[in-house]
Every structure is written in structure tokens, then in C-alpha cells.
């Protein structure tokens, strides 16, 4: 069953962050992975306070794929590239459909 699973990112460093998406699909589909929506051209529908972010939907082939991607050893260096660029949040959704 698909998972999906939201990042928050707030930029600190354009160039490095570029650095980071040249490896990122990469990383993902390592652990069956994609980018699915968002990005810096989101329409923003409400802001009360949470300020300037850029947000993308990721979705993997199950949850086990997603913990995967996130506490692989051999992507810390492409995480490293991402919290260079950009202070992260990057969240499990829970499965309502059930």
C-alpha cells in the first residue's frame, strides 16, 4: 500500500540546496520513492504565522520504504546536502483509509 510523506523546508542556502535535488530523486527511488507535488510554486491557500516555507508530497511503495530513505547510512551525505540548504521537517501521513 503506498505511503506518503510530507517536507517542510524553509531555505538557508539556494546554491547548496541545488546540490541536494541534482542527487535527490536518485536517493528516493532507492528506497521506491518520488517527488509526487509541491515545490516553490505552491499556491499558498492560508498562512497564519507558519511563514516562508516550500512543501512536497513524497510517496513511497509502503512506509517501510519511506523510514528507509530517511535513515539510510548511505544517504546521509545527500541528507547532509539537503539540511545544508534548507532546515527540514519531513513527516510520515498516517493511512486514514482504513
Known amino acids: 500500500m503506498p505511503a506518503y510523506a510530507t517536507v517542510q523546508l ?13 542527487k535527490a530523486g536518485e536517493a528516493l527511488a532507492m528506497h521506491g520513492g518520488k517527488v509526487i ?4 510554486n505552491s499556491e499558498v491557500l492560508e498562512d497564519t504565522g ?5 512543501m ?13 530513505w530517511i535513515s539510510d547510512p ?3 551525505h ?7 540548504g ?6 510520515l501521513l498516517p493511512d486514514l483509509s482504513v
Open 10 to 22: 524553509v531555505m538557508k542556502d539556494m546554491e547548496a540546496f541545488a546540490k541536494y535535488r541534482e
Open 37 to 40: 507535488a509541491g515545490g516553490p
Open 50 to 54: 507558519a511563514g516562508e516555507c516550500v
Open 56 to 68: 512536497v508530497l513524497l510517496e513511497f511503495a509502503d512506509a517501510d520504504g519511506a523510514r528507509g
Open 74 to 76: 548511505d544517504l546521509q
Open 78 to 84: 545527500i541528507h547532509d546536502m539537503r539540511k545544508a
Open 86 to 91: 534548507a532546515n527540514t521537517r519531513a513527516v
